[in-house]
């Protein structure tokens, strides 16, 4: 049985301040996240695509943790293959060292730059412009959270040119050490869009909400529920049908709302919650 053809874009990043790694990737192949993106908290970041060898993903992580940088990992990923020729690789490592692959037949445009904290890679692209958008965004967004500057990396990849036989799937994968859900998962971002006209702006959309539901305000932007405010989230409550103490009813609407992550007690709010109460 043949090899999936994952003609697509993709970049692999991390973000070591914030102890962050990631894949996006966007692809004219159904749910091209189950194949592309890779990835494990200080261990590193891998988008395995063209022909492409999904075995490189957990071998590769493998690799990574017993201590090979990405350039060394993706030599003895791509020198164990004899379908080389016409794979790509992308990888980045637990300190921020980067390697792309492309097999000399990866049908064109194909090929990638690697650079601090990112590797960038593409096959059946319009032109290297694609490419050159991914890298010169990632560079352009520093500073700004690992996710964001992903999306932002895959609008820019198609606005140059992007897969020359269209779109249908992308996909975003961030981890981080109890990042996740309730800080009991690794997994910060994982967002997939299998089959859509627009993959890359749906994929967006889906951030924003899982930002809405799972991000985190500084404590420090936090409001104290006192007074005015106090009286306010009361009654917003009770016109919504959540009656009694003002903890226990903050609480059951936040999970009714999906919000619990954001709910702390009653004594301080958080901003976004305050929103949506208020149906802003």
């Avoid at 993709?10 to 004219?28: R, Y």
């Avoid at 690697?114 to 958008?133: H, K, M, P």
């Avoid at 352009?140 to 249908?168: F, I, K, N, Y």
């Avoid at 104290?224 to 989230?233: A, F, N």
């Amino acid at each position: 049985m043949a090899d999936p053809v994952v003609a697509t874009f993709s970049i692999a990043a991390c973000d070591l301040e914030a102890a962050q790694w990631g894949v996006a990737t966007q692809s004219k192949f159904l749910a091209v996240g189950s194949v592309v993106p890779w990835a494990e908290p200080h261990v590193g970041a891998i988008a395995t695509q063209a022909y492409a060898n999904p075995r490189y993903g957990p071998e590769g992580l493998a690799l990574l943790r017993e201590g090979l940088s990405a350039e060394e990992t993706v030599a003895r990923l791509t020198s164990a293959d004899d379908g080389r020729a016409q794979r790509q690789l992308g990888v980045v490592d637990g300190e921020g060292r980067s390697a792309t692959f492309t097999g000399d037949d990866c049908m064109d445009w194909a090929g990638g730059i690697a650079g601090s904290c990112f590797a960038a890679q593409g096959n059946i692209l319009v032109g290297e412009d694609t490419v050159t958008a991914l890298a010169t965004t990632f560079e352009a967004t520093a500073g700004r959270p690992l996710a964001e500057r992903l999306v932002e990396c895959l609008a820019a990849a198609q606005a140059a040119g992007g897969d020359s036989r269209g779109q249908q799937s992308a996909a975003l994968l961030v981890v981080e050490r109890d990042g996740g859900y309730a800080s009991l998962s690794d997994t910060l971002v994982d967002l997939r869009v299998d089959d859509h006209t627009t993959p890359i702006a749906e994929l967006g959309r889906l951030y924003e909400a899982h930002r809405l539901l799972f991000g985190k305000t500084p404590r420090g932007e936090w409001l104290t529920i006192d007074g005015d405010l106090r009286s306010e989230v009361l009654d917003r409550l009770r016109t919504l049908g959540y009656d009694g103490e003002l903890e226990d009813a903050l609480v059951t609407w936040a999970g009714a709302a999906n919000l619990e992550e954001r709910v702390d007690g009653a004594e301080r709010i958080d901003p976004v919650v305050l929103a949506e109460l208020r149906g802003e």
